[in-house]
């Protein structure tokens, strides 16, 4: 299922773990709709949710590298540039007049996978940097 929540997921940062979950929930509310109804006769409302998932991903990402800068975290930049790369493609998505039902759930599933492998990998690092530091 497209933008389920894992336990793998879980970077025991509260405030992080809480807006994943909520990313999660937009995706998913989002999926569900373009799954369920004619994407033509309610395109205004899916662009509403789109938006909803655009502007909570700007939000999310700004925390996270507010978090990462508060920690010292090395990695900044390049996991900036990550956040970017999702940043315009969820614009892009956006900004699409009437795609057609095929394109609109490609995009969106590759949104899914993409928000999953950066939790699972680049996220994680960010974890594994904090119990190090706890180590030290
Ligand atoms: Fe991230």
Do not use: C
């Amino acid at each position: 299922m497209y933008f389920e929540w894992k336990e793998e997921y879980e970077m025991g940062v509260e405030v992080v773990d809480r807006q994943h979950k909520k990313l999660l929930s937009i995706g998913r509310k989002l999926m569900t709709l373009i799954r369920t109804t004619d994407i033509i006769e309610n395109f205004e409302e899916i662009k509403l949710i789109m938006n909803e998932l655009r502007l909570y991903t700007i939000e999310h990402f700004s925390r996270e590298e507010q978090f990462m800068k508060e920690n010292g975290y090395p990695d900044l930049t390049s996991h900036a540039m990550e956040h970017e790369f999702l940043r315009k493609k969820l614009k892009q998505i956006y900004k699409l007049e009437q795609p057609d039902h095929e394109t609109i759930i490609r995009l969106i599933a590759f949104v899914s996978d993409w928000i999953s492998g950066h939790i699972l990998i680049t996220d994680m690092k960010i974890r594994n940097h904090l119990l190090q530091a706890r180590k030290a």
